[in-house]
């Protein structure tokens, strides 16, 4: 069998002590590996190098989703400690939630997060979710979890967050609130970073997807083709799908920066060469084999084992060449996960 075709093949060993539990300061002195699918070459960089890569003519694409404060803490008529996970908002006041614990939070029980802001919870879905409503004395139930939630930070960063997160895990180019994870290898970059390429003649792409914890899940299943992913919201507007055909039609490199960058692009229809801009959700999971479309360039952060976001990346980079950047990345004490190093797949 293929090498990359059973979810047991994205098993690799990591030491915790390379779990990054801190982001660099400033954002763009993290280490950046570079790595060429054309000869397989490996080099070792820093992540303001990165316009050095880029030709004037390229387009970066960018996620704009804003991290919200998803996380609410709270405690159950009991008193004991109980915690909801906010993923997408079904109406005015309803939600879909992760509960722990699960056992105890079934329908019907409730959780006070602060006086005056409490949850009920409705309803468990068939992937074990909840259906959760929120309510806040003053009615104003998005402001009750700006006050009171907590940024939601993987459960590999073995800390509480700060008010330091609040700021860091956050791109500096976010704009629309809906995601419970940030789109973790756009935090390298900086406003004058951004600038600097900007000042190579590359353009700036900016599309929308709400990532989702379903995002980061385990793959389960021992066949990756089996995996069903939450959906996620995405938006590519006209005048993005344009600039992104123009930059075909001129020669240009697209890079995604990230997997969600990818997947929107991935998700965009087309018609012949040309982009099209498109809205609505998407379960695309792109795995080996898989032939991308919409993606030239790829940066990205080093990710979890089985993770469905280590499969994009052997999909688009191939699976022996992933594997051995992981290996190297790991003799060369990278950084992983979410304020890890980063990685440019050229």
């Excluded at 993005?240 to 929107?264: D, F, M, Q, S």
Aim: with cysteine; net charge neutral; hydrophobic share 40%.
């Amino acid at each position: 069998m293929t090498h990359g075709a059973r979810t047991a093949d994205y098993d690799f060993e990591l030491n915790p002590a390379r779990i990054a539990q801190e982001p660099v300061e400033p954002r763009d002195a993290c280490k950046l590996m570079v790595v060429n699918r054309a000869t397989g070459d490996i080099s070792h960089r820093i992540f303001h190098d990165l316009p050095a890569l880029m030709r004037a003519g390229d387009a970066l694409v960018l996620n704009t989703t804003r991290v919200f404060r998803a996380r609410l803490l709270g405690t159950r008529p009991s008193g004991a400690p109980g915690e909801v996970l906010l993923l997408r908002q079904l109406d005015r006041d309803r939600w879909e939630a992760m509960v722990s614990p699960g056992g105890k939070l079934r329908p019907g029980r409730m959780l006070t997060v602060a006086p005056g802001f409490e949850i009920d919870i409705l309803e468990q879905t068939e992937r074990h979710t909840r259906v959760v409503r929120l309510r806040a004395a003053d009615g104003d139930v998005g402001s009750a979890i700006e006050r009171h939630g907590h940024v939601p930070l993987p459960p590999y960063i073995a800390r509480p967050d700060t008010a330091l997160d609040a700021d860091r895990y956050q791109t500096v180019y976010a704009v629309e609130r809906g995601s419970v994870a940030a789109p973790t290898a756009g935090l390298h970059f900086t406003p004058r970073l951004l600038d600097d390429i900007a000042g190579r003649g590359v353009q700036r792409v900016n599309v929308l997807l709400h990532v989702g914890a379903g995002t980061f899940k385990p793959v389960e299943v021992d066949d990756p083709s089996r995996h069903l992913m939450h959906e996620e919201w995405f938006a590519v507007t006209d005048a993005a799908a344009r600039a992104l055909t123009e930059t075909r039609g001129r020669g240009g490199a697209i890079w995604a920066v990230g997997t969600t960058a990818a997947r929107t692009l991935e998700s965009v229809p087309r018609q012949g060469d040309a982009f099209v801009a498109a809205h609505g959700d998407t379960r695309i999971f792109i795995h080996p084999p898989y032939i991308f479309h919409g993606v030239d360039k790829l940066i990205t952060n080093f990710h979890l084992p089985r993770s469905t976001l280590l499969m994009l990346v052997a999909a688009f980079a191939g699976y022996d060449l992933t594997m051995r950047a992981y290996r190297e990345a790991i003799d060369a004490d990278y950084r992983f996960y979410s304020y890890g190093d980063a990685m440019a797949i050229v």
